[in-house]
């Protein structure tokens, strides 16, 4: 019986970290393959989704980021946009992940071109993706 009683609060303490994920995956969709986004590009960034910022076959895929991901979490942590946080403001929140985007944006990739100027010609940002 105690083990079923515990068994909610082991889910509870799992998915707050999963909805700051999900959050910033939902704005990175929004903010890049909105209407006017190339369709092949959101047909690619779609079939990528979670390694545009992890690295696929790596064993621990959450903590395995790409350099883009790695870009991405010098600017967003995800401790700091709790599920709380993120129901509470959720505009703010919103526009903070999205400068985070662009601040990471900004950094280069190991190509030489700033992560940004990639996903502006319809190119996945990371080039150690695995994909």
Same mark, same amino acid.
């Given at each position: @019986?105690?083990?079923?009683?515990l068994? $909610?609060? %082991?889910?509870?303490l799992?998915?707050? !970290?999963?909805?700051?994920?999900?959050?910033?995956?939902?704005q990175?969709k929004?903010d890049?393959?909105?209407?006017?986004?190339d369709?092949d590009?959101?047909?690619? &960034?779609?079939?990528?989704?979670?390694y545009?910022?992890?690295?696929?076959?790596? !064993?621990d895929? #959450?903590? &395995?980021r790409n350099?883009?991901?790695?870009?991405?979490?010098? %600017? =967003?942590? @995800?401790?700091t946009?709790?599920?709380?946080?993120?129901?509470?403001? !959720? /505009? #703010?929140?919103a526009?903070?992940?999205s400068?985070?985007f662009?601040?990471?944006?900004? #950094?280069?990739?190991s190509?030489? /071109?700033?992560?940004?100027? #990639? =996903? /502006?010609?319809?190119k =996945? $940002?990371?080039?150690?993706?695995? =994909?």
């Amino acid at each position: @019986m105690k083990r079923l009683l515990l068994f $909610p609060v %082991f889910l509870s303490l799992l998915s707050t !970290p999963a909805l700051a994920t999900s959050s910033f995956s939902r704005q990175w969709k929004t903010d890049f393959l909105g209407e006017d986004a190339d369709p092949d590009f959101v047909k690619t &960034a779609r079939r990528a989704g979670c390694y545009v910022c992890h690295v696929k076959g790596h !064993p621990d895929k #959450k903590k &395995a980021r790409n350099e883009y991901g790695k870009a991405v979490y010098e %600017f =967003l942590d @995800m401790e700091t946009y709790s599920r709380d946080y993120i129901k509470a403001n !959720p /505009e #703010k929140a919103a526009k903070e992940i999205s400068e985070g985007f662009k601040k990471a944006g900004e #950094k280069l990739s190991s190509s030489g /071109e700033k992560f940004s100027d #990639k =996903l /502006e010609v319809g190119k =996945l $940002p990371a080039e150690d993706a695995g =994909l």
